[in-house]
């Protein structure tokens, strides 16, 4: 009888609205929890890809440069790579568990040959991971070699 409407016995108008929480106190933090609970999604939720969001390598500095590498993915997958020196674009399939990156064109910056070789193993390890897997804010991408990278959350 959701919503309905009847007279009572000395004839006044009542309408029933549903079930209601007791007065206790106890019924409604309940079902302020429970709401926020279900709004909240699955716990898997916070293991999804880091679409939208940008990363930092888990690496100390390099002597003589303030620069860690850096990866800022687009919501379809599409990314902007700044490496030790390099910077340029590159774009990630996800499908589950399993990764494939293809780096796009790289600018040179005409950096030394320590930096320019880091570079290039670390998009030679992006391109050769298979899976990846996400633990909180950290993001692993796991191939011959795994990296690991940490979600911006500031």
Known sequence: M??????????????????????????????VILALAFAAGPAKAQEEFPFGLEMMLDAARQGGSKRIPTLEIGEAGEVILELWCKGGKGQFSVAGDTV?????????????????QADDDLIAALTEATNWRRQGDAVSFIGTTTLKFHINTN
Not at 3 to 30: E, Q
């Open 2 to 31: 959701r919503g309905s409407s009847h007279k009572t016995a000395s004839g006044r108008r009542s309408i029933f609205r549903g079930p209601m929480f007791s007065g206790n106190g106890i019924g409604r933090p309940a079902a």
């Open 100 to 116: 494939i990156f293809v780096a796009g064109q790289m600018e040179d910056r005409s950096c030394p040959p320590d930096k320019a």
